[in-house]
């Protein structure tokens, strides 16, 4: 298990620092446990601070912080704090039950967009731009957990998710782009449907058969891993994960 002795944990990531937002539940904390457990030491970030508490008896010397992304005076904080960060996964995402254009509301719209790209933007700003962050040290990689949302429109998904997936993506690409001879390795993770709480807010709740045969958390944990261990000369810019048995859009 994650609370594993030091001596028995694996060594991959010995000496990197993380920072994992959205961490305390479903992909973020799957994530935060496959860090922590090849040595990394990691922030995980949440706006609610309960879910995050669990993970440190599991995972001793895991930080945990209360931050809203879309806050970006506490995000510039966050950073200050943690310093040196070498990896950086954006995963803080939230969805609505009245998805329709026809029903949305302006209020739920800027809402979805403020945590699922504005507040990736802030994580990404001051990781790598802040004191000490990524361009100064011409080292790092962005994972930004977004979604096969972002890459095709999907109705199920609604308007501002998929606006907000779509931003995410090309937030992710742009600035790879301009930061290609830096050192900065960015990957955009576009999973397809995965069991989490996200799926308690869809308009009509999906059947046991359906969720039995969708992806866990674990399984985009483990694409994270692959990236995040890979050496630093290579790189891969997207990358999808979706169910086998059959699919269904994000």
Same mark, same amino acid.
């Given at each position: ?19 994992? /937002? ?13 860090? +922590?457990?090849?040595? &990394? ?8 601070? =309960? ?7 599991? &995972? ?16 510039? #904080? ?14 803080? @995402? ?24 504005? @507040? ?8 790598? =731009? ?7 040290? !011409?080292? @790092? ?13 999907? =109705?199920?998904?609604?308007?501002? +998710? ?16 301009? +930061?290609?001879?830096? @050192? ?11 069991? /989490? ?7 009509? !709740? ?14 985009? #944990? ?15 810019? =997207? ?6 048995? !059959?699919? +269904?859009?994000?």
């Amino acid at each position: 298990t994650a609370a594993a002795s030091s001596e028995g944990r694996k060594a991959r990531l010995t000496g990197k620092t993380a920072v994992v /937002t959205g961490g305390g539940t479903g992909i973020g904390e799957a994530i935060v446990r496959s860090l +922590y457990a090849e040595g &990394c030491d990691v922030w995980a970030v949440g706006r609610r601070l =309960e879910p995050l508490q669990g993970l440190v008896d599991e &995972c001793p010397g895991v930080h945990t912080r209360s931050v809203d992304v879309a806050d970006e005076a506490a995000v510039k #904080a966050l950073f200050a704090e943690v310093g040196r960060c070498d990896i950086l996964v954006n995963n803080a @995402g939230i969805n609505i039950v009245n998805r329709e254009f026809s029903r949305l509301d302006p209020a739920d719209f800027k809402k979805v967009l403020d945590i699922n790209t504005v @507040g990736a933007f802030n994580c990404i700003h001051h990781c790598v =731009e802040g004191a000490g962050g990524m361009a100064a040290a !011409q080292d @790092g990689l962005i994972v930004n957990v977004s979604s096969i949302a972002g890459m095709r429109t999907y =109705e199920l998904s609604g308007t501002a +998710y998929t606006t907000s997936k779509f931003a995410m993506n090309a937030l992710g690409s742009a600035m790879a782009a301009e +930061y290609r001879e830096s @050192g900065i390795r960015v990957t955009n993770l576009c999973p397809g449907e995965v069991l /989490t709480p996200i799926m308690k807010l869809r308009p009509v !709740q999906p059947s046991a058969e359906h969720l039995a045969s969708i992806c866990q958390p674990e399984d985009v #944990a483990e694409c994270v891993m692959l990236v995040a261990c890979l050496n630093k000369r290579a790189n891969i810019p =997207e990358l999808v994960i979706k169910p086998t048995k !059959q699919f +269904y859009p994000a």
